[in-house]
């Protein structure tokens, strides 16, 4: 049972704010043994040299595995420089690791003395630690053993250290179990993709042989200029031709007139510059692009997501990159190049049932990344009250 207490009887105001007068404030280095003793630098050489079972981390993730281990136990880590320290909202700062494994000199070895190490961990796992870094360059920063030791936290008793831990625990267990499922589901898709777009496996009550033609065949070249009041739109290789005001983060927007760009419409699939990379991305948004990409339209009744999911085939994008090799450098995709590659073309209703199963599979998808996201709302919900005592575990 939790319990919120609205005003600040039975607090008391310290460096870190307001906290529960049983609470007590220490440094990290108080509270926590920074083991960097334990650390195990390798060179990548060495450590290709080194494979083997025992994880080697760095601040955020497991960079190789080599043969031996240093460390055996519960720690936390935290990094030591990068610019990640920046995204603290979005990523995680710490991980919290058990058994045997080795830690890079790119991360601080973290464990508890009278508290618990899994404290450490959640503490500072979406934490603000700017004031608190060194400065190494545009972007780069760096926490150091010394700047580390230094900064403040709060230290609950120990059995509600506990009790916490245990809330945000089963949090973790729900989050690192849906994303497990979505694992699992992305590879069935990937697998879906590759026995039914390439015909390798067909659906009940579909046989015969595809036809192949050439792309030109289906498709035919756009180009509708002087749409000036259009909104712009921008390709991207996971979510197809969307406005440039979705795109996160600075966007860098066409300086002068508008007038040569492309219109594309609803429906209509874009070569952009990366399509050699990533394939040709489909367009659910009336924009314009720049001249630079080919807009295409179907001559053929199709199905646009069976096109839309094939277009995006290891087989396909490998037969666009065959075409486009000494060609044209840069590898930017002409319709020329493109009509140059065969596609497979089955009826509209094999087409139309194998977008169908696709579609399906992309929204048990959805339906489970949008589960996770709640988890990790209401986990950082849960995280901002109970790691400052605003919200507290208290017997029935």
């Not at 207490?5 to 043994?33: C, H, L």
């Not at 926490?143 to 949090?171: H, M």
């Not at 190049?337 to 399906?360: H, Y």
Request: proline letters at 4%; aromatic letters at 12%.
């Amino acid at each position: 049972m939790y319990t919120i207490n609205k005003n600040r009887e039975g607090y008391k105001k310290t460096k870190v704010g307001w906290i529960p007068n049983d609470w007590n404030e220490k440094t990290v280095s108080e509270a926590f043994q920074i083991c960097n003793n334990l650390r195990y630098p390798i060179s990548q050489e060495n450590r290709n040299k080194m494979k083997g079972d025992y994880p080697y981390y760095g601040p955020t993730k497991v960079q190789d595995y080599i043969n031996e281990y240093r460390i055996e136990g519960k720690y936390a880590l935290i990094g030591e420089d990068g610019d990640h320290f920046l995204k603290w909202k979005e990523l995680p700062m710490t991980l919290l690791i058990e058994g045997k494994f080795n830690v890079n000199n790119h991360a601080h070895v973290i464990k508890g003395l009278d508290n618990l190490t899994e404290w450490f961990y959640y503490y500072f796992n979406h934490r603000p630690l700017t004031k608190y870094l060194t400065r190494q360059g545009a972007g780069r920063y760096k926490l150091t053993k010394d700047s580390l030791g230094k900064i403040p936290c709060a230290i609950p008793p120990l059995f509600e250290q506990k009790r916490i831990a245990a809330v945000l625990s089963s949090w973790d267990i729900a989050i690192e179990t849906t994303q497990k499922l979505i694992t699992q589901k992305e590879l069935r898709k990937k697998w879906l993709m590759q026995v039914l777009l390439s015909g390798k496996k067909r659906l009940k009550g579909f046989n015969g042989e595809w036809n192949k033609l050439g792309a030109g065949e289906i498709f035919q070249n756009i180009s509708v200029k002087g749409n000036s009041n259009e909104e712009l739109l921008s390709a991207t290789q996971d979510r197809g031709m969307i406005p440039r005001n979705k795109l996160e983060g600075r966007v860098t927007m066409p300086s002068g007139d508008t007038a040569s760009f492309k219109l594309v419409e609803k429906g209509d699939f874009v070569i952009s510059l990366r399509s050699f990379q990533g394939g040709l991305e489909y367009s659910y948004y009336r924009g314009l692009v720049s001249p630079a990409y080919t807009v295409l339209k179907p001559k053929k009744k199709i199905n646009d997501e069976f096109y839309k999911q094939y277009f995006k085939t290891y087989d396909f994008i490998g037969h666009l990159a065959i075409a486009v090799i000494g060609i044209r450098d840069g590898k930017q995709i002409s319709y020329n190049d493109f009509c140059t590659v065969k596609i497979s073309f089955p009826s509209f209703e094999e087409q139309t049932a194998i977008a169908n199963l696709l579609k399906a599979a992309d929204n048990e998808i959805k339906i489970l990344k949008t589960k996770m996201e709640k988890l990790k709302e209401q986990k950082k919900g849960l995280m901002q009250q109970m790691l400052t005592g605003k919200k507290r575990i208290v017997e029935h």
